[in-house]
T-cell receptor, first 115, second 109 residues
Framework: EPEVTQTPSHQVTQMGQEVILRCVPI?????FYWYRQILGQKVEFLVS????????KSEIFDDQFSVERPDGSNFTLKIRSTKLEDSAMYFC?????????????FGAGTRLSVL | GQNIDQPTEMTATEGAIVQINCTYQ??????LFWYQQHAGEAPTFLSY????GLEEKGRFSSFLSRSKGYSYLLLKELQMKDSASYLC??????????FGPGTRLSVLP
């Protein structure tokens, strides 16, 4: 069964450093998303991406965040200068364009620890 | 403002039926979703409602009333493996999604 894959599973970084979280969405999907979940808290929407541009973004997705689809398979989230409060699980998701457009399939997540 | 409410925790017995409620107040509504999330894992899709009424999918059913801003997820014939968090999420405008805080369900033998 096709799945969304994320790498790395765990990323440890120093405050102020840049990190890139990588995702390979399901191959025929056209909508891509990033979410974060701080430990013990709810899943929070960050950004959605379609047709090589951002569709929607939340207030959390400020200038330190950026997304990119550098080739036909990868979808990345970059955090320019990490802060302690960026420590969270980051989930990538994708959905198709047909009737099931709204059903998002999530990757296993990348746990980001900022020290 | 945008707000989704769910009970924090629920407990039920194996084999029983449980109903998890969700109320929402959002600017825009384009569908309500239920996801299951086991501890330390990714959310997995369970059910989706965009029109009022009941959607049934095996042991899981979900109901929506748009006029009341209300949904519930019904789990029948509970199994131990159903112990997880259940997340209610609303698609607002475009491709923007808001998740509720989740309901942690414990299924006891």
């Amino acid at each position: 069964e096709p799945e969304v894959t994320q790498t790395p599973s765990h990323q440890v970084t120093q405050m102020g450093q840049e990190v890139i979280l990588r995702c390979v969405p399901i191959s025929n999907h056209l909508y891509f998303y990033w979410y974060r979940q701080i430990l013990g808290q709810k899943v929070e929407f960050l950004v959605s991406f379609y047709n090589n541009e951002i569709s929607e973004k939340s207030e959390i997705f400020d200038d330190q965040f950026s997304v990119e689809r550098p080739d036909g398979s990868n979808f990345t989230l970059k955090i320019r200068s990490t802060k302690l409060e960026d420590s969270a699980m980051y989930f990538c998701a994708s959905s198709s364009r047909d009737r099931e457009t709204n059903i998002q399939y999530f990757g296993a997540g990348t746990r980001l620890s900022v020290l | 403002g945008q707000n989704i409410d769910q009970p924090t925790e629920m407990t039920a017995t194996e084999g029983a039926i449980v109903q998890i409620n969700c109320t929402y107040q959002t600017s825009g509504f384009n569908g309500l979703f239920w996801y299951q999330q086991h501890a330390g894992e990714a959310p997995t899709f369970l059910s989706y409602n965009v029109l009022d009424g009941l959607e049934e999918k095996g042991r899981f059913s979900s109901f929506l009333s748009r006029s009341k801003g209300y949904s519930y997820l019904l789990l029948k014939e509970l199994q131990m493996k159903d112990s997880a968090s259940y997340l209610c999420a609303v698609k607002t405008v475009g491709q923007n999604f808001i998740f509720g805080p989740g309901t942690r369900l414990s299924v006891l033998p």
